[in-house]
């Protein structure tokens, strides 16, 4: 089945402890992203990668960091969370120049106190 | 100014009737426009895009757009209690040599049985 998983989907946390969301596909889709969602704010863009090695800042980069050395794995990395982080999270993926259709991941709802 | 604009409602229609969804973007250089609907607590999904002027039908959804003024809009005839959900409006522009999905803020419809 195709799909997009992420884990954990639900994190409890404390400031300044670092923790990675995993995000893996399995479409061997070029381009995977990660957003943000919050009350009356909608969707916003944390980073996204046009492949292996290639990543650039979305609308939100401060505090995050991602990496992507596989095609299937794109994890998000919050070095030091602070409680304005506290976010639904979701990875989504598509497969390139022409292909716009992208695909969500289940979420991450994350609480950083 | 926002890029993606929608009315954040709610929009509340009977059961059968047409619900009427708008959204605005700012960016003339845009070039692909999508309708999401993500039920509460899970992820987007896709159920529209449009790529140029006019109608596009799919089943009971249509979208419209209308480049010149910058609106794209959804419509969903006989509208079900089960279509009851937030409806965003995503626009994915070319920058650079990647694509950017914007999304705005969303529009929640409650269809009334």
Same mark, same amino acid.
């Given at each position: ?7 954990? /989907? ?6 300044? #402890? #670092? ?16 957003? /943000? ?27 995050? #960091?991602?990496?992507?050395?596989? #095609? ?36 991450? /709802?994350?609480?950083?106190? | ?89 995503? !626009? ?18 409650? !269809?009334?049985?």
């Amino acid at each position: 089945e195709a799909q997009v998983t992420q884990n954990p /989907r639900y994190l409890i946390t404390v400031t300044g #402890k #670092k923790l990675t969301v995993t995000c893996s596909q399995n479409m061997n889709h070029e381009y995977m992203s990660w957003y /943000r969602q919050d009350p009356g704010l909608g969707l916003r863009q944390i980073y996204y990668s046009m492949n292996v090695e290639v990543t650039d800042k979305g609308d939100v980069p401060e505090g995050y #960091k991602v990496s992507r050395k596989e #095609k299937r794995n794109f994890p998000l990395i919050l070095e030091s969370p602070s409680p304005n982080q506290t976010s639904l999270y979701f990875c989504a993926s598509h497969l390139g120049t022409g292909a716009h259709e992208q695909y969500f991941g289940p979420g991450t /709802r994350l609480t950083v106190t | 100014q926002k890029e993606v604009e929608q009315n954040s409602g709610p929009l509340s229609v009977p059961e059968g009737a047409i619900a009427s969804l708008n959204c605005t973007y700012s960016d003339r250089v845009s070039q692909s426009f999508f309708w999401y609907r993500q039920y509460s607590g899970k992820s987007p999904e896709l159920i529209m895009s449009i790529y140029s002027n006019g109608d596009k039908e799919d089943g009971r959804f249509t979208a419209q757009l209308n480049k010149a003024s910058q609106y794209v809009s959804l419509l969903i005839r006989d509208s079900q209690p089960s279509d009851s959900a937030t409806y965003l409006c995503a !626009v994915n522009k070319r920058v650079g040599s990647a694509r950017q999905l914007t999304f705005g803020s969303g529009t929640q419809l409650t !269809v009334l049985p």
